[in-house]
């Protein structure tokens, strides 16, 4: 009996999912397995996405179970775990999913190196995390990445996708042990975001069926605004590939304006993945050198983590943020965008904080949109500012957004919510701004 391994990293679903396609179709039995990576669990793991990888983790297995096999579990390194599970079960090939993280790089050359001496293949596949491969839609200069959007953008929507796989029907696994499925507990000691999301492909599934059959029809028009929460909330589930973005992708009318706009955000999210592909030191280094001097200010950093900055909107995304472990992409541009360049402050210290509680801390996207919003990115306006009372007249002009974040505040009606000190608030109440900016 041939055996394979399908090694699930970031692609924790059935459908739509290369390699454990792959790993079905050319052996007869599969060991899917998942390895809880002890250089990463518990001190490199925050709460929020231990608690999402907990429960999808759970929804794969029972994904499983429903074909037939199960999820096998194992703690260590990857590369140590898959080399024992092929020596128990002879296994002569491991599939995975290719990923752009330096992370990701490591794990697999040191898997490859592991096993050179033995019988057992190592395989790859593209277009599992991303709906394109970072590696194939590059310039016709002969880089190995874009640095502005829009061309990218173009070449993305005319580029050829491969269709969805469907998921197996059946599995069989071979006799093989396995360790329990993780707790959250087991993955981090600290407690998540009262209000985290729970992930799986089952649940993911179902979101994705809703937000097609009629939200995704406004997304154009209504995704920045605040109060409405009209974007998909998929993006975790896409991080933790619980949904395949070829499979979102070819499930969209692209000829819809919120069809479109809302592929224009799926597309931003492979253009992030190749610039990390080509530039894996801009997780945490600037891709060029920002507008201006970063300031060392520890009491504006603490004060914009609390929500404590003086300005309600920005308060009442950071206080979302530690709320919810998410935020909505306006708000996290806002939020970014003042830290960066109305402060001036290091665009890392802030990034690792997003890292800390979104649940789709994805690296790429969240280090590289830090990285626009701090003009030390690909913005072609490096020196752009979003003024947050002008973003909060805009995006939140009720401000029902910002009152249901800051109680405090709740008894200024309308907008004026947003200009607390011409209402005189106590300071004891709700703190001064931390600087002033035009509008005020």
Excluded at 12 to 25: E, F, I, K, M, Q
Excluded at 162 to 167: D, G, L, S, Y
Excluded at 216 to 227: K, P, Q, S
Excluded at 392 to 408: I, N, Q, V
Aim: aromatic residues 8%.
């Amino acid at each position: 009996m041939s055996v394979a391994i399908a090694l699930f990293t970031r692609d924790l679903r059935l459908a739509d999912n290369p390699v454990l396609t792959a790993a079905h179709r050319d052996s007869d039995a599969v060991v899917a397995l998942f390895v809880i990576d002890d250089h990463l669990v518990p001190d490199r793991c925050p709460p929020n996405r231990a608690a999402f990888l907990s429960r999808a983790l759970a929804e794969l297995d029972e994904r499983l179970r429903g074909i037939g096999g199960r999820l096998v579990v194992r703690r260590g390194t990857p590369a140590d775990e898959v080399a024992r599970v092929v020596a128990e079960t002879g296994a002569s090939a491991v599939h995975l999913a290719e990923d752009v993280s330096a992370y990701a790089t490591r794990r697999l050359d040191t898997l490859r190196d592991r096993l050179a001496d033995t019988d057992c293949a190592v395989r790859t596949h593209s277009a599992v995390v991303t709906a394109a491969d970072p590696a194939v839609l590059t310039p016709a200069t002969g880089r190995d990445h874009y640095a502005v959007f829009t061309p990218y953008f173009r070449r993305w929507l005319d580029a050829h996708q491969r269709t969805p796989f469907r998921a197996p029907r059946a599995l069989d696994v071979p006799d093989i042990a396995s360790d329990p499925l993780p707790a959250p507990a087991d993955l981090c000691s600290d407690e998540p975001s009262p209000n985290c999301p729970t992930g799986g492909e089952i649940s993911a599934r179902a979101l994705l069926r809703t937000w097609l059959a009629g939200p995704i029809e406004d997304y154009a028009e209504r995704n920045d605004d605040l109060t409405a929460d009209a974007t998909s909330h998929l993006s975790p589930h896409l991080h933790f590939g619980c949904l395949s973005p070829v499979e979102i992708v070819h499930r969209t009318d692209l000829s819809t304006d919120g069809g479109h706009a809302f592929a224009r955000q799926l597309a931003w999210r492979d253009f992030h993945h190749q610039l990390l592909a080509a530039r894996p030191d801009t997780a945490w280094s600037s891709y060029r050198p920002g507008p201006f001097a970063v300031r060392d200010d520890p009491d504006a950093v603490t004060a914009w983590k609390q929500g404590r900055t003086g300005y309600p909107l920005i308060d009442a995304a950071q206080r979302q943020l530690v709320t919810d472990g998410w935020l909505p992409g306006r708000a996290r541009l806002i939020s970014a965008s003042f830290f960066a360049k109305s402060l001036r402050l290091d665009w890392r210290i802030g990034a690792a904080h997003f890292l800390h509680w979104l649940v789709d801390a994805d690296l790429a996207n969240n280090q590289l949109n830090w990285q626009w919003a701090a003009g030390t990115g690909t913005d072609t306006r490096p020196n752009r500012t979003l003024n947050p009372l002008r973003q909060a007249d805009r995006y939140d002009p009720d401000g029902s957004y910002t009152r249901h974040w800051l109680p405090e505040l709740a008894h200024l009606e309308g907008p004026a919510i947003h200009r607390p000190w011409r209402a005189e608030v106590p300071h004891s109440t709700y703190p001064p701004p931390l600087l002033d900016v035009p509008g005020m």
